[in-house]
């Protein structure tokens, strides 16, 4: 009887806590922007379609939270280079999947294994900006949903996994503003390898756009140097040099 009523209060443990796990806060229901307040989930950010990243006029960070398990997050960074002033860094991200809320409070980020992108732009190391598939889970240690009292809005703070507080988010939008929640670019492999299909169609693990990221932090790009050009320019006045050596 012991062992039968520690086996059924074991099972209750489990269950308890898969419940828990399974509970989804009403609270954080919505899209949640930074304090900028131009950056935000869904089509202004990411076009799927066209395999497009739309640049916001300014950085900042959107997670979108659905009351059904679902995520999508956005984020748009300026990356200042102290030593070299002239060679700053623009980063885009987009993905999106499930959440969870584990039973000790910590939220669990699963994002689509293919969906997520990323859009780098490093004008001092690349003519062009790289573009490649993303993914990346997140585990938030805490989270808490409160008013704020100087703007008196509903204000998300996210805390890391070691405890540490991301930027404060404010709610933008009830219900959220997002894309599809499922799986929009599938492809044959998980990994979305370049091998060809049945229908003769593939999809880029890797690929290089011309680069979208020129406002404010992004230099402009120079025009590529003619080698051909430069090489007969120098042809030529290594003639004209010689002609000059023999009349003077």
């Given at each position: 009887m012991?062992?039968?009523?520690?086996?059924?209060?074991?099972?209750?443990?489990?269950?308890?806590?898969?419940?828990?796990a399974?509970?989804?806060?009403?609270k954080?229901?919505?899209?949640?922007?930074?304090?900028?307040?131009?950056?935000?989930t869904?089509?202004?950010?990411?076009?799927?379609?066209?395999?497009?990243?739309l640049?916001?006029?300014?950085?900042?960070?959107?997670?979108?939270?659905?009351?059904?398990g679902?995520?999508e997050?956005?984020?748009?960074?300026?990356?200042g280079?102290?030593?070299?002033?002239?060679?700053p860094?623009?980063?885009?991200q987009f993905?999106?999947?499930?959440?969870?809320?584990?039973?000790?409070?910590?939220?669990?980020?699963?994002?689509?294994e293919?969906?997520?992108?990323?859009?780098?732009?490093?004008?001092?190391?690349?003519d062009?900006?790289?573009?490649?598939?993303?993914?990346?889970?997140?585990m938030?240690?805490?989270?808490?949903?409160?008013?704020?009292?100087?703007?008196?809005?509903?204000r998300?703070?996210?805390?890391?996994?070691?405890?540490?507080?991301?930027?404060?988010?404010?709610?933008?939008?009830?219900?959220?503003?997002?894309?599809?929640?499922?799986?929009?670019?599938?492809?044959?492999?998980a990994t979305g390898?370049?091998?060809?299909?049945?229908?003769?169609?593939?999809k880029r693990?890797?690929?290089e756009?011309?680069?979208?990221?020129?406002?404010?932090?992004?230099?402009?790009?120079?025009?590529?140097?003619?080698?051909?050009?430069?090489w007969?320019?120098?042809?030529?006045?290594?003639?004209?040099?010689?002609?000059?050596y023999?009349?003077?």
């Amino acid at each position: 009887m012991p062992h039968l009523l520690r086996s059924l209060l074991l099972a209750g443990t489990v269950l308890t806590a898969t419940v828990s796990a399974a509970a989804i806060d009403p609270k954080l229901t919505g899209t949640w922007s930074t304090k900028s307040n131009k950056v935000f989930t869904g089509p202004g950010f990411y076009d799927p379609v066209n395999e497009k990243m739309l640049e916001p006029s300014l950085p900042g960070i959107s997670y979108s939270f659905t009351d059904d398990g679902f995520y999508e997050e956005a984020h748009y960074r300026a990356i200042g280079n102290p030593a070299k002033p002239q060679c700053p860094q623009g980063i885009m991200q987009f993905q999106h999947g499930t959440f969870k809320k584990a039973s000790n409070g910590s939220l669990l980020l699963s994002p689509f294994e293919v969906d997520g992108r990323q859009l780098l732009s490093s004008p001092c190391q690349y003519d062009t900006s790289l573009y490649t598939r993303y993914k990346q889970p997140e585990m938030f240690a805490r989270y808490e949903v409160i008013t704020d009292p100087y703007h008196n809005v509903q204000r998300l703070n996210l805390y890391k996994f070691d405890g540490s507080p991301m930027i404060p988010m404010y709610l933008a939008f009830k219900p959220p503003q997002m894309l599809p929640t499922v799986t929009m670019n599938p492809t044959a492999t998980a990994t979305g390898s370049t091998q060809s299909t049945g229908s003769g169609k593939s999809k880029r693990n890797f690929e290089e756009i011309p680069w979208p990221l020129n406002h404010q932090v992004m230099s402009k790009r120079r025009a590529p140097i003619d080698a051909d050009k430069w090489w007969w320019v120098g042809v030529g006045m290594t003639g004209l040099g010689a002609v000059g050596y023999l009349c003077f």
